[in-house]
């Protein structure tokens, strides 16, 4: 039976392990603005300008919510901007649009 590694080796490891290489750098989005300019980031266009809103939700849920895209034959983005902006709706704000 072998026996569990000890925390006091990680020492000895962390002093053999190659260096870590940086992590990539972010760009900018207004950095690869105009015609000809080269796109340096990897953010796919689609993603520009737009931030991630995101939730934990139940495998029912999950499973009703891309059926229901499915049917309509629309993104599930699209229905999560529809129920964001029914919610803005409801509570007296101005839909934003997707």
Request: aromatic residues 6%; without cysteine.
């Amino acid at each position: 039976m072998s026996r569990k590694p000890s925390f006091a080796n990680l020492k000895t490891v962390a002093q053999t392990a190659p260096a870590a290489t940086p992590a990539p750098r972010a760009v900018e989005p207004s950095a690869a603005v105009g015609e000809g300019a080269e796109r340096t980031s990897t953010r796919p266009i689609s993603r520009e300008g737009r931030k991630q809103i995101a939730g934990f939700f139940t495998p029912d849920m999950s499973f009703a919510m891309h059926m229901l895209a499915r049917r309509q034959g629309r993104s599930l983005q699209a229905l999560m901007a529809e129920a964001f902006n029914d919610v803005l709706r409801k509570h007296g704000e101005s839909p934003i649009g997707e």
